[in-house]
């Protein structure tokens, strides 16, 4: 089993995240645009701030309308919520992103300065279980093989 999560992990450049500086009238068009459902938030230094999801959206629009003007005035990193999608260390356990996985799709990943390095998902895992059962699972050529060799080996015992 790979216990490093750099195996695993989907690098910042290939990630879509948002400054917190972003006014809240382009984060929720690019969030339509690309169809997610939570995004990851850094400052401009890198620090992770946290994720923000549809729903917060969804919250902050009930309680202020949805007028554009007034969403340009906001930015994203007043929908950030304390402890909803907290980043995991880069050198946590294999057990422990796992646990973390099943309760969010992506884990975000920083290194020992809190800096946003990338992201986690829960299919990157699932298709590591999937591969590994996959490489495990014996072909039936395989079995037949297996048989006919264990069928030589007794023919052998008997002579």
């Known amino acids: 089993m790979n216990d490093n999560v750099f195996f695993f992990l989907k690098f910042k450049n290939d990630v879509r995240f948002f ?14 645009k690309h169809g997610y459902s939570a995004v990851p938030v850094v400052s401009r230094s890198g620090v992770y701030l946290g994720s923000v999801s549809e729903g917060d959206f969804l919250w902050f629009l009930l309680e202020h309308g949805n007028d554009e003007k007034a969403l340009e005035n906001h930015t994203i990193s007043e929908l950030i919520r304390e402890g909803f999608m907290p980043a995991a260390p880069n050198t946590i356990s294999f057990e422990d992103l796992l646990a973390i996985s099943l309760n969010q799709n992506y884990v975000p990943i920083v290194d020992d300065r809190n800096i946003f390095i990338g992201i986690v998902t829960r299919q990157a895992i699932l298709n590591y279980f999937l591969e590994s059962r996959r490489s495990l699972s014996l072909s039936p050529k395989m079995i037949e093989l297996e048989r006919y060799e264990k069928s030589l080996a007794a023919k052998s015992l008997h002579v």
């Open 19 to 32: 400054y917190d500086s972003l006014p809240l009238s382009q984060a929720l068009k690019l969030m339509k």
